[in-house]
């Protein structure tokens, strides 16, 4: 008789323990399920809106802000057809640079400041110009391994 009260309190503890494991790992199960949702929620409130952005099929992003595109000037130095994108890593800023003046421009080291919106600034980049003869043109590259596409405007001038 002790022997079977034996067995059966072995079986009910048994069946107590895997119950409550069964019950444990359903719990976090649905844990995990609820952080998995909250972060997908969390990341759907915080998308940023990139409104100076147009995406691609590739996941190429293109700055489309006007202001961004307005043709600057340096020193004789006419900046036009500013192109921005990010793509893999990289914001690339591309732009011709004209010498609207008589003499050749030497190499040029430049700072270009990206903005936001409200004029605050996102980046200072350095750059170099080439050199440029007197009426001629050249192209501007920059590139830098951060997300600068949503950019508004950008200054450009003389290290």
């Known amino acids: 008789m002790k022997k079977n009260k034996k067995i059966i309190t072995t079986l009910v503890v048994t069946v107590i323990v895997i119950v ?29 809106v990139e409104k100076y952005v147009k995406e691609l099929e590739d996941g190429t992003k293109i700055n489309i802000s006007n202001k961004l595109n307005e043709t600057k000037s340096l020193d004789g130095l006419e900046i036009s057809n500013i192109q921005l994108t990010y793509k893999n890593g990289i914001s690339v800023i591309l732009a011709d640079v004209r010498n609207t003046t008589n ?20 980046e200072t980049l350095d750059g170099l110009i080439s050199k440029i003869k007197a009426t001629e043109k050249t192209q501007l590259n920059i590139g830098v391994s951060n997300d600068f596409a949503n950019a508004y405007d950008f200054t450009i001038e003389k290290k």
């Open 103 to 122: 003499q050749d421009i030497e190499l040029t080291p430049i700072n270009l400041k990206l903005y936001d919106e409200q004029g605050n600034i996102l």
């Open 20 to 48: 409550g494991v069964i019950l444990i790992l359903e719990k976090l199960s649905n844990n995990q399920e609820n952080k998995g949702n909250q972060y997908k929620n969390d990341q759907e409130e915080n998308k940023i």
